[in-house]
């Protein structure tokens, strides 16, 4: 079991906003900004998308934002696009316990 | 080009202990802290640990007793050793880089197999 909550899947059409959430607790989400977001298609490495909660590297797409309010992080994917089909998934550094935690990932789907 | 390779997939009888190795290539694997993450099969992903420049490493409480990270600063290397392996082992091991203490890993080896 995940330390921190995604849904397992989350689909949209092309051209919509689709928001993945990624919930987890007052050591992690909720009292630091080290939240990640990665995209990894099978078979390949992970990716950075978001971190430190909204901001993007070089190179990613507008259309992928990040957020976060309380104990919980949200992805927002707009202007879906077919090769945006892949899983994302969240990652935090807890406080705590000074390990990093992950969501057991969601796969997005592009109908 | 940022590359880390990994070594290749493992079998072992529970018990053993396996290494994986993780080498970089157009970077100096020394000036950054490295990181191990290991995903089995259907679970969610598990932060094993991090070896920092200096040599210094810290281990999740999950894996303390039976992981440890070396670095070869001569072949550009980092090692993370398992023992006493279980069933609950096998799964998918990676390392991954973190640049300047920024929290999250930009750049990840191929992963490896490890089959307990």
């Known amino acids: 079991q995940s330390a921190l909550t995604q849904p397992a899947s989350v689909s949209g059409s092309p051209g919509q906003s689709i928001t993945i959430s990624c919930t987890g607790t007052?050591?992690?989400?909720?009292?630091?900004?080290?939240v990640t977001w990665y995209r990894q298609e099978p078979g390949k490495a992970p990716q950075v998308i978001i971190f430190?909660?909204?901001k993007r590297p070089s190179g990613i797409s507008h259309r992928f934002s990040g957020s976060k309010s309380d104990n919980t992080a949200s992805l927002t994917i707009s202007g879906l696009q077919a090769e945006d089909e892949a899983e994302y998934y969240c990652c935090s550094y807890d406080g705590a316990s000074s390990i990093y935690v992950f969501g057991a990932g969601t796969k997005v789907t592009v109908l | 080009q940022v590359q880390l390779v990994q070594s290749g997939a493992e079998v072992k009888k529970p018990g053993a202990s396996v290494k994986v190795s993780c080498k970089a290539s157009?970077?100096?694997?020394?000036?950054?802290?490295i990181h191990w993450v290991r995903q089995a099969p259907g679970q969610g992903r598990d932060w094993m640990g991090i070896i920092r420049p200096s040599g210094v490493t810290a281990y999740a409480p999950k894996f303390q007793g039976r992981v440890t990270m070396t670095r070869d600063t001569s072949t550009n290397t980092v090692d993370m050793d398992l023992k006493s392996l279980r069933s609950d082992d096998t799964a998918v091991y990676y390392c991954?880089?973190?640049?300047?203490?920024?929290?999250?890993?930009?750049?990840w080896g191929q992963g490896t197999l490890v089959t307990v």
């Open positions: 157009g970077h100096t694997l020394s000036n950054y802290n």
């Open positions: 430190d909660v909204n």
């Open positions: 991954a880089r973190e640049v300047d203490h920024s929290y999250n890993f930009d750049s």
């Open positions: 007052s050591t992690n989400i909720g009292t630091l900004n080290f």
